[in-house]
């Protein structure tokens, strides 16, 4: 299993941050993880329901379906389906105000990646792994939230 939580301080309103997070479509442009983001399923307010998305986890580029449960404005969460190259995942942002213009995520992971990933991702490669995924997600973040 690959799990962590990690948070940032962010120097943007937080509802500008939730927007950005919820804009599964626009990943590849902030998140150097993401390569690709296919919408499987839209919602009646326009968000995505389920998406396909190929991630390059640093020791291969999977495919990963998620289905997404928002909790505007404040939280976004989700689970990948069957079909994935990894047997589970699931995942959530909570966006908390500090202030008019300021805001704190917190970024919460835990992956499977299943036996032929795992035997790739073994000892400190596992560490890099999440190190990539939970503070290089959060980096991507920050720079693009506070370049706006």
């Known amino acids: 299993m690959i799990t962590g939580t990690r948070s940032v301080e962010l120097l943007a309103p937080a509802d500008t941050v939730y927007e950005v997070l919820a804009d599964a479509q ?15 399923e839209v919602g009646p307010d326009g968000r995505p329901l389920a998406t396909r998305q190929r991630i390059d986890a640093k020791i291969r580029t999977v495919t990963v379906l998620l ?16 079909g994935s190259d ?3 995942m699931d995942g959530a942002f909570l966006v908390e105000p500090t202030g008019e213009t300021s805001c704190t995520v917190v970024y919460e992971l835990a992956v499977d990646p299943g036996r032929t990933l795992g035997l790739l991702a073994r000892g400190p490669v596992i560490d890099q792994v999440r190190d990539r ?8 973040l920050k720079r693009h939230v506070e370049r706006r």
Request: proline share 5%; net charge positive.
């Open 133 to 140: 995924v939970l503070d290089g997600t959060l980096s991507d």
């Open 67 to 82: 289905r997404y449960r928002y909790d505007a404005p404040r939280s976004l969460s989700w689970v990948a389906e069957k």
């Open 86 to 88: 990894i047997r589970a």
């Open 26 to 40: 626009g990943f590849p442009a902030w998140q150097s993880t993401v390569r690709e983001v296919h919408v499987r």
